[in-house]
């Protein structure tokens, strides 16, 4: 099933254009390989789930490095929805992610994910707004996207930068209490180039 143009009449382009986008494989290679020291090469995907998963527009992504694609160290599914003046993108967490490393490359393991094996990240979703050809994203309001890393409670700060063919992301984790930097980049943002699109596979008619 697909989202027909008659259905899309009272959406705004904005979410395909950005799901088009984000539709593919990046890879961090020249940044990478410019500065071995701060960055490690580094591969996102985000793979388009069948309409029916979420009766709309979703992704699997995984974050792989270079030398293990088999063991991913990020696993997610996105759902995007149409706000009007922006688009807000749930993030959910996989039951047992093992099961599906490696989704984003094979086909036959990203259909047997299902709605049941996943669970919502709360107070952890993206905003995304269109600015020119571009599209910045940032992390909900309000400090409560909580992670504990190194026995510390921290709150994500996520931060993207979206065109058609480059991902730019900074994600660091600040202390509950202090604010401080605990955990994430403190080189700056990590800088991806689009190496494959997947945006044949959304689920819309253009």
């Known amino acids: 099933m697909t989202i027909s143009h008659t259905e899309n009449q009272t ?18 290679q020249k940044q990478a390989s ?7 090469h580094i591969y996102i995907y985000f793979r388009p789930l069948p309409y029916q998963f979420f009766s709309g527009i979703g992704f699997y ?16 599914v996105h759902q995007l929805i149409d706000k009007g003046d ?9 039951k047992d992610p093992i099961l599906y490393a490696g989704a984003a490359r094979e086909l036959d393991i990203l259909h047997t994910i299902t709605p ?10 993206m905003v995304f707004k269109r600015d020119g050809e571009k ?16 026995g510390c409670e ?6 993207v930068e979206l065109t058609e063919q480059t991902w730019e992301s900074l994600d660091i984790g ?10 994430g980049s403190k080189a700056g943002r990590l800088k991806f180039e689009k190496q494959t699109s997947f945006a044949d596979e959304l689920p819309i008619e253009n």
């Open 116 to 125: 049941e094996n996943i669970e919502r990240r709360y107070h952890c979703s």
């Open 61 to 76: 992504s995984e974050q792989v490095y270079d030398y293990d694609l088999w063991s991913p160290y990020r696993q997610g």
């Open 11 to 28: 959406k705004s382009k904005d979410i395909i254009t950005l799901a088009s986008w984000m539709a593919g494989c990046f890879s961090n």
């Open 34 to 40: 410019a500065n071995r020291v701060l960055y490690a």
């Open 174 to 183: 600040r202390d509950v209490n202090t604010h401080e930097q605990v955990w």
């Open 135 to 150: 599209f910045l994203g940032s992390v909900e309001p309000g400090n409560k996207c909580l992670i504990n890393k190194r």
């Open 86 to 94: 922006h688009i807000y993108i749930e993030n959910y967490s996989l």
């Open 154 to 159: 921290t709150y994500l700060v996520s931060e």
